[in-house]
């Protein structure tokens, strides 16, 4: 067993470190007949490599298939939908669908490109840089270049040597601890979700509000002339003017509160979920992948010694004996692989678990965001209010010497 000092298991990335490695930009770029067409482009910038190219969903299709042949025992984040899928809501507008996977591949791009062992990796420079039409062939070229991880990485064979001895034990606590996280968080994002659509409900009242007090104010049937002599709606309709443009700039600042909502929280919480997913995800591939071949490969081991067994108690023919003999070599050959693979696996996740607690770190980052939007929201929407106060009291007519409203507490 290595030292901590000399162990390649310590990852050792801070939040921060993770966030300066990279920030990539993706940016719609509509065909020119509209946004509605059947291919949609994105410009991807990397901020670190300094190069923007252009990616179709097909693009990140493929990188992302190869990415998980390349990095079978790695988190990959899973990429979104290609097309609305069953079950969404009928009010999600394919604009609004294609501005949600806008920003799922902005986020899965920025975590690839952040992530310790990715960032470096020939097929993702490829993604980020290459700028000719066969992209996709250029980066299954990559991948049968370098294969996968456990076939390049210096230490594969010996990841065993590096592995704490209760690791599997580790594995279980950090992974019932990451599944409980990632279950409250996604009741987080719901509640602000749902925060960030009362926002925009709330520009939208307002603005009506505002259009309804316009349509007061403007001409309409005169006064009948069994109405009061002393009847003030024409004072009335001229103050009522000034106030709608009061209720349009509240109505502005409530859908400016309610975008700070998704882009500054949402966003984040969406990121964080995408990490804790791919965790999850990963979890299941090292069970249902190598750990389950694994097992499968020593009970055929295990009925081929049986066999043999029979066959030595039991005289056979010779050239069965020596067949039995090489398919039980061969599959002993087979088994060490995995174990070594399996040992690479647990290696990998031990890795990955620590970087997941780096990114744990983000939950400050995110209650920060949404105090730090209300505030803001408060604050602008507050202004506008006492603004609109002094305009009110004259509508009232505390200015003209007219009695103040019964309604108004003493």
Known sequence: MQSAQESPLLVAQSLAQLLERDTVQVELIPEKKGLFLKHVEYQ???????????RRYSDFDVFHEVMVQRFAYRMVPALPPKRILKGVLKSTSERDFIEGRRRALCRFINLVARHPFFSEDEL?????TFNGSDVQNKMREAYK????????????TQAKDYLPADVQAQFA????????????????RDRVERMAERSKANATDLLM??????????????????????????????????????????????????????????????????????????????????????QRALQKYSVMKRQMMTATVQPKEQVSVEQLESRIVQQENAIQTMELRNYFSLFCLHQETQLVFSYLQIATHILGALVNSQIQGHREMGEVWNNLQPKMSCLLGGSNGVSPSPFTPK
């Open 173 to 188: 606590s950090s992974r019932e601890l990451i599944r409980s996280v990632l279950c409250s968080f996604h009741k987080l």
């Open 124 to 128: 993702v420079k490829t993604f980020l």
């Open 44 to 54: 991807v910038t990397s901020q670190r490599l300094k190069i923007s190219v252009y």
């Open 145 to 156: 270049k370098a294969g996968d991880e456990f076939m390049t990485n210096r230490i594969a």
């Open 209 to 294: 509000f505002g259009k309804e007090l316009s349509m007061m104010s403007s001409d309409g049937p005169p006064v009948a002339p069994l109405a009061s002599a002393q009847s003030l709606w024409g004072t009335l309709q001229k103050s009522l003017k000034g106030l709608s443009g009061e209720f349009s700039l509240l109505a502005d600042k409530a859908a400016q509160q309610g975008k700070r909502e998704e882009d500054e929280v949402v966003e984040k919480l969406n990121l964080f979920l995408d990490v804790l997913q791919s965790y999850k995800d990963l979890c299941e591939r090292h069970e249902k992948g190598v750990l389950h071949d694994h």
